[in-house]
């Protein structure tokens, strides 16, 4: 018996077997904490060059990726992903205290929160696209979602989907495990191209 190395089977198991082995090292590289930013950055740069018609080879191309967006990523990362967490937890704080004008001040919180945490998702996939200075990729990141809402709102939607899933269903979590974070990423690379190409 002879196996063909272009048979679609054979391709696409070993697709499957790149982005669980992507999804492993992605989530491996998260680990420090400190480093989420390159490592976002980097899954989104092999995504989105396999979603630009299969180029590329996801699981060797990350970590490449992880060291050449290290710097601008960890930097982005801070800026962003700090006031997020700052103003999560205002909102939380405020939503203890039942008077309505305070519960709209936690409403506030959440909502720039969920800004800034939009923000940082456009700031990795354009520190992944695109070789820019931090400033012009900061300013960017921090437009893009009041310019692009709809489609934020689905870049959004996947990693936040795939949390709720873990909490409703914990076994769910042997998927996130596996092949969730590197398939999210996936199909975020479709949104993500479509926003750079009308910007």
Excluded: Q
């Excluded at 914990?170 to 949104?191: D, E, K, N, R, W």
Aim: aromatic share 12%; glycine share 6%; net charge positive.
């Amino acid at each position: 018996m002879r196996i063909d190395p272009e048979n679609r089977a054979i391709d696409g198991l070993s697709t499957f077997l790149a982005f669980v082995g992507l999804n492993l090292l992605f989530l491996l590289t998260c680990l420090p904490i400190v480093t989420i930013g390159a490592a976002v950055s980097a899954l989104d740069e092999v995504t989105m060059r396999f979603a630009d018609d299969e180029r590329g080879r996801p699981f060797a191309d990350y970590l490449p990726a992880f060291g050449r967006n290290f710097g601008r990523a960890t930097l982005l990362a801070l800026c962003l992903l700090v006031p997020a967490a700052a103003l999560w937890f205002s909102g939380m704080f405020w939503l203890a205290y039942p008077e309505p004008l305070v519960t709209a001040l936690a409403v506030i919180a959440f909502l720039a929160c969920a800004y800034a945490v939009a923000a940082f998702l456009h700031a990795m996939a354009l520190v992944a696209a695109y070789r820019n200075t931090f400033g012009r990729t900061l300013k960017n990141a921090l437009l893009l979602p009041a310019a692009e809402p709809v489609r934020t709102l689905g870049i959004v939607l996947i990693p936040v989907t795939l949390v709720c899933l873990v909490v409703l269903f914990p076994p769910f979590i042997v998927i996130v495990a596996t092949i969730g974070c590197s398939v999210g990423a996936y199909a975020g690379a479709f949104l993500f191209r479509a926003v750079h190409a009308r910007h």
